[in-house]
């Protein structure tokens, strides 16, 4: 019985030893070559969504936690990647707004071409008080025009966020719907719309 003591306090040693030992750290380039081989069957055309460009990879860096004066650069740069319509108008339709919140179609390289893109508002904001599924991965957006008074100045920050929301606020979580093409001018002022429209649900 007692020669077993040296050998469950050796094997203890080796368990600490082990779990005090840092995790391995895996070589970004090994990363990358995955990333890039999963795409293989990708379109031609698709090769830069597995490149990170400079936000991304800052972001990347600091696990979306950026010190201050890189989360400025970010920001200070994005700020310049946003297009706000020529028309000067931001507000569109609410109606078809509230489709495209309500649509996850689009963005996938076996989509015929011209296939809409939607926003997908609801996988990650409550919007209409009337919507009974929504994510919470994002603030609820309830009565958001409203408590904001229609004010003109916060539907252009309504829209620079939808446009790119890293302009706005370092490594956010927010797709970057216009910077991407992932919705069109159009597209932007009608979720705007969806947001700042009296006669919307959003906002009842």
């Known amino acids: 019985m007692w020669s077993l003591i040296p050998i469950a306090a050796l094997v203890l040693m080796f368990a600490l030893s082990a779990a005090a030992q840092p995790a391995g750290k895996i070589d970004p380039a090994t990363v990358e070559s995955y990333v890039?081989?999963?795409?293989?069957?990708a379109k031609d055309g698709w090769e830069n969504r597995v490149q990170q460009d400079e936000t991304q990879r800052v972001c990347t860096q600091y696990r979306n936690e950026p010190p201050a004066p890189e989360a400025d650069k970010i920001v200070a740069r994005e700020k310049t990647t946003v297009i706000f319509p020529a028309d000067?108008?931001?507000?569109?339709?609410?109606?078809?707004g509230q489709r495209i919140a309500q649509s996850g179609r689009g963005g996938q390289f076996s989509d015929p071409p011209g296939t809409a893109s939607g926003g997908n508002c609801y996988a990650c904001h409550q919007m209409s008080p009337a919507e009974l599924s929504f994510g919470t991965l994002g603030p609820p957006l309830v009565h958001y025009g409203r408590a904001r008074k229609f004010d003109p100045d916060e539907a252009k920050a309504a829209y620079t966020r939808v446009f790119n929301s890293n302009a706005v606020l370092a490594c956010s979580n927010m797709p970057r719907f216009g910077y991407h093409n992932v919705l069109t001018e159009q597209q932007i002022k009608d979720v705007v719309a969806?947001?700042?429209?009296?006669?919307?649900?959003?906002?009842q």
């Open 36 to 41: 890039k081989s999963a795409f293989g069957k």
């Open 88 to 96: 000067g108008k931001l507000i569109g339709d609410w109606k078809a």
């Open 194 to 203: 969806y947001l700042f429209d009296p006669a919307s649900p959003v906002n």
